[in-house]
């Protein structure tokens, strides 16, 4: 027979137990993959995990119940981007949620405040397309989003939630590197018609308007970002220059120079040592030197930039998202 305190001390080692349940035992528990898991954390923050004095990750009863629910969801045909940010009852209402005659999910008059968005439909088309390399879905898709949606609503909202969908999927092997490619290519296609379509003359009509110049350093040929940034800046009525990925520094200077440019946004990946013709540090030190001391240098992307490369004292940001850069431009600079 247990005494009354040996009772309490194995309740208390369950309840302890069941707060630290490793990565192993969830992904028996879910379903989920493990590679999956790892990366909707490091992307989304779905769970953040206790860790144990060797670093691995201790997940409580709660976390595999929103992670249970999370994987659930996505299998019904949701995105992670969508429900990451759910809380744990809204998500035990969007599961409960039934398909209707035509096999969508209704959203009942308790959970109105969960609709599955245009934005949404769209996600989901396109990653189905893509699947089956359905092209021409994929063409339709996009081009139906821009006659529903807004221009910022395209970007936030579609593309970026779409490009770490996509990201996540060929990490865990569900989308191969051929997919992603072919989405890349029309997405740069469309991506380039809708900056296009944004008059680069609206800016006369605003007050205050500041020029910016949107590249990539030398050998960086990575433009989604800038592409996007370069969007966002016209949706802000900012006076726009694309000048597109691989820019040499000294080019780069006489633009600014000959557009007396206010600002410069640079995408700054990181490279592999083969590729990378000047480095981040020398790059931004060089267009310091060479560039009107009035520009600010706006930056985004991986690669490190010392703290000593501004010497003129000009104003130099870092942004971590695409989406902080959008705050910024918001606001004006």
């Given amino acids: 027979m247990y005494n009354v305190k040996t009772v309490h001390q194995l309740c208390t080692n369950f309840r302890v137990k069941m707060q630290n349940i490793n990565i192993k035992v969830v992904v028996q528990m879910t379903g989920i993959n493990e590679n999956t898991l790892r990366a909707w954390e490091r992307r989304y923050k779905v769970v953040v995990p206790n860790r144990a004095q060797d670093g691995r990750r201790l997940y409580s009863k709660k976390d595999v119940e929103k992670?249970?629910?999370?994987?659930?969801?996505?299998?019904?045909?949701?995105?992670?981007?969508?429900?990451?940010?759910?809380s744990l009852m809204k998500l035990k209402k969007l599961d409960n949620d039934k398909l209707n005659s035509e096999g969508h999910f209704d959203v009942s008059a308790d959970s109105a405040e969960l609709p599955v968005l245009k934005e949404q439909v769209h996600l989901?088309?396109?990653?189905?397309?893509?699947?089956?390399?359905?092209?021409?879905?994929?063409?339709?898709?996009?081009?139906?989003?821009?006659?529903?949606?807004?221009?910022?609503?395209?970007?936030?909202d579609l593309i970026l939630p779409l490009l770490r969908?996509?990201?996540?999927?060929?990490?865990?092997?569900?989308?191969?590197?051929?997919?992603?490619?072919?989405l890349s290519s029309l997405?740069?296609?469309?991506?380039?018609?809708?900056?296009?379509?944004?008059?680069?003359?609206?800016?006369?009509?605003?007050?205050?308007?500041?020029?910016?110049?949107?590249?990539?350093?030398?050998?960086?040929?990575?433009?989604?970002?800038?592409?996007?940034?370069?969007?966002?800046?016209?949706?802000?009525?900012?006076?726009?220059?694309?000048?597109?990925?691989?820019?040499?520094?000294?080019?780069?200077?006489?633009?600014?120079?000959?557009?007396?440019?206010?600002?410069?946004?640079?995408?700054?990946a990181n490279l592999p040592a083969q590729q990378e013709f000047i480095s981040a540090s020398d790059f931004i030190g060089e267009l310091d030197q060479l560039a009107p001391k009035k520009?600010?240098?706006?930056?985004?992307?991986?690669?490190?930039?010392?703290?000593?490369?501004?010497?003129?004292?000009?104003?130099?940001?870092?942004?971590?998202?695409?989406?902080?850069?959008?705050?910024?431009l918001s606001n004006k600079m």
């Fill in 187 to 268: 997405l740069r296609d469309h991506l380039g018609n809708l900056y296009q379509s944004l008059s680069p003359y609206d800016y006369k009509k605003k007050l205050n308007s500041k020029k910016v110049l949107l590249t990539t350093r030398e050998g960086d040929l990575h433009e989604f970002s800038i592409l996007l940034a370069a969007i966002l800046c016209r949706i802000h009525g900012f006076e726009t220059y694309y000048l597109g990925p691989n820019m040499p520094v000294g080019d780069l200077a006489q633009a600014c120079e000959q557009f007396k440019i206010d600002a410069v946004i640079l995408g700054l």
């Fill in 165 to 182: 969908e996509v990201g996540i999927r060929v990490s865990d092997g569900n989308l191969s590197i051929s997919q992603e490619h072919l």
């Fill in 124 to 156: 989901n088309t396109i990653i189905e397309s893509l699947k089956k390399f359905n092209l021409e879905s994929i063409q339709h898709s996009l081009q139906k989003a821009r006659f529903e949606l807004s221009p910022q609503a395209i970007i936030t």
């Fill in 295 to 328: 520009i600010q240098f706006l930056c985004g992307g991986a690669a490190k930039v010392s703290d000593t490369a501004i010497k003129s004292g000009r104003k130099f940001l870092k942004f971590a998202t695409i989406r902080d850069l959008e705050t910024f």
């Fill in 67 to 86: 992670i249970s629910l999370l994987w659930k969801l996505v299998q019904k045909g949701y995105l992670i981007g969508t429900l990451a940010t759910m």
